[in-house]
T-cell receptor, first 114, second 116 residues
């Protein structure tokens, strides 16, 4: 069964460093999303991506964040200069041929900023 | 504004008991989608069910059943004869959007603990 994969599973970084979180969506999916979950809290939408551009972004997704689909398979989230409050689990999700299709999530990347 | 409320923060039951997880949503749209996801202790988000706003038929899948009522804006989830493996955080989510983005708005989750 196809699934969304994410690497690394855990990333530890120093405040101010850049991090890139990687995702491989399900192969025939067209819509891609990033969400984050601060420990013990709800899952929050960050950004959606379709046809090689951002469709929608939340207030959380400020200028420190960027997304990219550098090739036909990877979907990345970059945080340019990490802050302590960026520590969270980051989930990638993808959905199929229709924008209303169900989103399937990857296992997440736990980011710890020291 | 769109909102999902899961008033039950934590529920603890003994194995084989039935348990219902409540979800109430707010939306101005007439077309929307509702979901339940399970987050086991390992942390991933597992899709359980999806419901369209125009389909109020209740659904049963094994020990799981869902009750969607537009009149009360609720989408409740019942686990019959709970098992220890059902222990997890359960999230209700609402999806609505536009042409190229249907983001999910999650509730705060209900932590279910099933004791042997």
């Amino acid at each position: 069964e196809p699934e969304v994969t994410q690497t690394p599973s855990h990333q530890v970084t120093q405040m101010g460093q850049e991090v890139i979180l990687r995702c491989v969506p399900i192969s025939n999916h067209l819509y891609f999303y990033w969400y984050r979950q601060i420990l013990g809290q709800k899952v929050e939408f960050l950004v959606s991506f379709y046809n090689n551009e951002i469709s929608e972004k939340s207030e959380i997704f400020d200028d420190q964040f960027s997304v990219e689909r550098p090739d036909g398979s990877n979907f990345t989230l970059k945080i340019r200069s990490t802050k302590l409050e960026d520590s969270a689990m980051y989930f990638c999700a993808s959905s199929g041929g229709l924008v209303t299709d169900t989103q399937y999530f990857g296992p997440g990347t736990r980011l710890t900023v020291l | 504004a769109q909102k999902v409320t899961q008033a039950q923060t934590e529920i603890s039951v003994v194995e084989k008991e039935d348990v219902t997880l409540d979800c109430v949503y707010e939306t101005r749209d007439t077309t929307y989608y509702l979901f339940w996801y399970k987050q086991p202790p390992s942390g991933e988000l597992v899709f359980l069910i999806r419901r369209n706003s125009f389909d109020e038929q209740n659904e049963i899948s094994g020990r799981y059943s869902w009750n969607f009522q537009k009149s009360t804006s609720s989408f409740n989830f019942t686990i019959t004869a709970s098992q220890v493996v059902d222990s997890a955080v359960y999230f209700c989510a609402l999806s609505e959007g536009m042409d190229s983005s249907y983001k999910l708005i999650f509730g705060s989750g209900t932590r279910l603990l099933v004791r042997p």
